[in-house]
């Protein structure tokens, strides 16, 4: 039997780093440490520790990660963006609350861009608030849209989350490319339909009428981009490339359509994005290569064999677990960034899922979904301090304008727990 002392050092080992603001990687790598140093802890062997962490940053498909990082950006500033959002406002036309419309529309197409909520909100959210604000929307609407229409990103593919849950789970990530189309659309269409209420409940405008000649020009000014996710995703599913492979495809594509279409880089501006990239590389594998190590640390403590013995004898309902995993991921997602929360709770979690014999692919669409609403989540809901710098509206006008932006999210979520087939009924067409 897990001794419960253990498992609460674990725990608060290290959410107390957290809490302190020690940098995500220094705090799984600081409670891994004290771990060993507790008298209940295991024996320091810097060998083992080396040799986790390298293990954990060594792989090949972990290339995928800042390529499709360097894609995103490329595409956001080499000028794709504003094009994007005006195809979009063509499309939706002169529906009431228009811009709110066009605001979930442009994340759901950027999000074949980045794949990352932060880099949705933080690159159309500026355009979109903006937009909005000059229309007469008021500012908790308009932040709040912008915010809950960001964590499509991470469902629609590429997205960066779903390459470390492949990753760690071993499972494919073109399947999980493909399961997160359904439930990415199904994410917009309710957002769309609170949109739609609120809109005739305020008496938000409309916007401009639709045409054909509209549409046609702004799709023609886009199409360069649009085709971004068509290449990633198609070249995916017949098979001319790996998601890794697509990623590098991406990135030479993103910069050709920067440099020569949209003009929007310059040589000083492109070093600038590589050498970011770079550096929040250099951080994102890091973190992975020590939480390698802390996820070997919860196994040799027999944590994630007292977390199925204590599951089953809840339920082996796989409906009931799934459910229960989603309250806790819930919790979990409101206090750790994303990116630490995968590599901590995958390992831990694989073993659950496959004792009730859940998808593993299936639950990666619910796992990510479920961490990105934290990001939404206070206290340390990631994009709603990005949503305050890019904006002139505090967290805590943020946070109770969101209030109303939760329904369709937790409802969304709820539809894709209880018809999982809703979810792999595209991806098994490709298997």
Same mark, same amino acid.
């Given at each position: 039997?897990?001794?419960?002392?253990?498992?609460?050092?674990?725990? %608060?080992?290290?959410?107390?780093?957290?809490?302190?603001?020690?940098?995500?990687?220094?705090?799984?790598?600081?409670?891994?440490?004290?771990?060993?140093?507790?008298?209940?802890?295991? &024996?320091?062997?810097?060998?083992?520790?080396?040799?986790?962490?390298?293990?954990?940053?060594?792989?090949?498909?972990? =290339?995928?990660?800042?390529?499709?990082?360097?894609?995103?950006?490329?595409?956001?500033?080499?000028?794709?963006?504003?094009?994007?959002?005006?195809? #979009?406002?063509?499309?939706?036309?002169?529906?009431?609350?228009?811009?709110?419309?066009?605001?979930?529309?442009?994340?759901?197409?950027?999000?074949?861009?980045?794949?990352?909520?932060?880099?949705?909100?933080?690159?159309?959210?500026?355009?979109?608030?903006?937009?909005?604000?000059?229309?007469?929307?008021? &500012?908790?609407?308009?932040?709040?849209?912008?915010?809950?229409?960001?964590?499509?990103?991470?469902?629609?593919?590429?997205?960066?989350?779903?390459?470390?849950?492949?990753?760690?789970?071993?499972?494919?990530?073109?399947?999980?490319?493909?399961?997160?189309?359904?439930?990415?659309?199904?994410?917009?269409?309710?957002?769309?339909?609170?949109?739609?209420?609120?809109?005739?409940?305020?008496?938000?405008?409309?916007?401009?009428?639709?045409?054909?000649?509209?549409?046609?020009?702004?799709?023609?000014?886009?199409?360069?981009?649009? =085709?971004?996710?068509?290449?990633?995703?198609?070249?995916?599913?017949?098979?001319?490339?790996?998601?890794?492979?697509?990623?590098?495809?991406?990135?030479?594509?993103?910069?050709?359509?920067?440099?020569?279409?949209?003009?929007?880089?310059? @040589?000083?501006?492109?070093?600038?994005?590589?050498?970011?990239?770079?550096? &929040?590389?250099?951080?994102?594998? =890091?973190?992975?290569?020590?939480?390698?190590?802390?996820?070997?640390? %919860?196994?040799?403590?027999?944590?994630?064999?007292?977390?199925?013995?204590?599951?089953?004898?809840?339920?082996? &309902?796989? %409906?009931?677990?799934?459910?229960? @995993?989603?309250? =806790?991921?819930?919790?979990?997602?409101?206090? %750790?960034?994303?990116?630490? #929360?995968?590599?901590?709770?995958?390992?831990?979690?694989?073993?659950?899922?496959?004792?009730?014999?859940?998808?593993?692919?299936?639950?990666?669409?619910?796992?990510?979904?479920?961490?990105?609403?934290?990001?939404?989540?206070?206290?340390?809901?990631?994009?709603?301090?990005?949503?305050?710098?890019?904006?002139?509206?505090?967290?805590?006008?943020?946070?109770?304008?969101?209030?109303?932006?939760?329904?369709?999210?937790?409802?969304?979520?709820?539809?894709?727990?209880?018809?999982?087939?809703?979810?792999?009924?595209?991806?098994?067409?490709?298997?």
């Amino acid at each position: 039997m897990v001794d419960a002392v253990l498992i609460a050092a674990f725990v %608060l080992a290290l959410f107390a780093y957290f809490l302190l603001g020690v940098p995500v990687a220094y705090a799984i790598g600081l409670a891994s440490l004290t771990i060993m140093l507790l008298p209940i802890g295991m &024996d320091i062997n810097y060998t083992i520790a080396g040799s986790r962490i390298f293990q954990g940053m060594n792989s090949f498909v972990l =290339l995928a990660i800042p390529f499709f990082m360097l894609a995103g950006r490329l595409m956001n500033e080499g000028g794709a963006t504003e094009p994007l959002f005006d195809f #979009a406002r063509a499309l939706v036309g002169d529906v009431r609350a228009a811009t709110g419309h066009v605001n979930i529309v442009a994340s759901m197409i950027f999000s074949g861009m980045t794949g990352v909520a932060v880099a949705d909100a933080a690159g159309l959210g500026t355009i979109e608030y903006k937009a909005m604000k000059s229309e007469g929307y008021d &500012d908790g609407f308009s932040v709040a849209i912008t915010g809950s229409s960001s964590i499509i990103g991470p469902i629609i593919p590429p997205s960066l989350p779903l390459i470390l849950y492949g990753i760690l789970a071993g499972v494919s990530i073109g399947q999980l490319f493909i399961a997160g189309i359904v439930p990415g659309i199904i994410i917009g269409i309710s957002l769309m339909l609170i949109v739609t209420v609120m809109a005739h409940r305020r008496s938000y405008p409309g916007g401009q009428p639709r045409s054909l000649s509209r549409i046609a020009a702004t799709f023609r000014e886009s199409f360069p981009a649009l =085709l971004t996710p068509v290449i990633i995703i198609g070249g995916i599913m017949v098979g001319v490339f790996t998601p890794t492979e697509s990623a590098v495809v991406a990135s030479v594509y993103a910069l050709a359509i920067g440099l020569f279409w949209y003009e929007g880089l310059t @040589l000083e501006r492109t070093y600038y994005i590589f050498r970011s990239t770079f550096v &929040d590389t250099a951080a994102l594998i =890091l973190i992975v290569g020590i939480a390698n190590f802390y996820g070997y640390l %919860l196994v040799i403590a027999g944590i994630p064999q007292a977390l199925v013995t204590t599951v089953l004898g809840i339920s082996t &309902d796989p %409906l009931v677990v799934t459910l229960l @995993l989603v309250g =806790l991921l819930l919790v979990i997602g409101t206090m %750790l960034e994303t990116i630490a #929360a995968l590599t901590v709770f995958v390992p831990v979690l694989m073993p659950v899922i496959e004792a009730v014999q859940i998808d593993p692919v299936y639950f990666g669409i619910v796992m990510v979904l479920t961490l990105m609403i934290g990001l939404l989540t206070p206290p340390f809901g990631v994009i709603l301090f990005v949503l305050e710098r890019i904006t002139d509206v505090s967290v805590e006008r943020i946070v109770r304008a969101m209030g109303p932006f939760y329904v369709p999210l937790f409802l969304s979520l709820l539809v894709i727990v209880l018809f999982p087939k809703a979810v792999m009924w595209l991806p098994r067409l490709f298997v």
